[in-house]
């Protein structure tokens, strides 16, 4: 766990399935668009992987899946960060 520099809220890392970090939100949300598929090796952050509208959908009316939210969603200072 850590702390955003921007607005001080919880956070935790993730990997993308492109290799990229991502920072999360703590717990699972309804409004996620990631799943956790795992840890990394040293178990430093969360395997995740964006899902698609239908996979999204489903994971949603199922209950399936954990869905976590990238802290960008919610970050007052997102823009910031965002690497374009």
Do not use: N
Request: charged share 30%.
């Amino acid at each position: 766990m850590s702390t955003c520099r921007s607005c001080s809220a919880p956070i935790e890392w993730a990997i993308t399935q492109y290799g990229k970090r991502m920072p999360l939100d703590l717990g699972a949300h309804p409004d996620g668009r990631v799943t956790v598929v795992g840890r990394t090796a040293d178990r430093t952050a969360w395997l995740v992987v964006a899902l698609g509208a239908d996979d999204l959908e489903r994971a949603r009316q199922l209950g399936e899946l954990e869905l976590r939210r990238a802290h960008f969603q919610t970050c007052p200072d997102a823009d910031t960060w965002r690497r374009r």
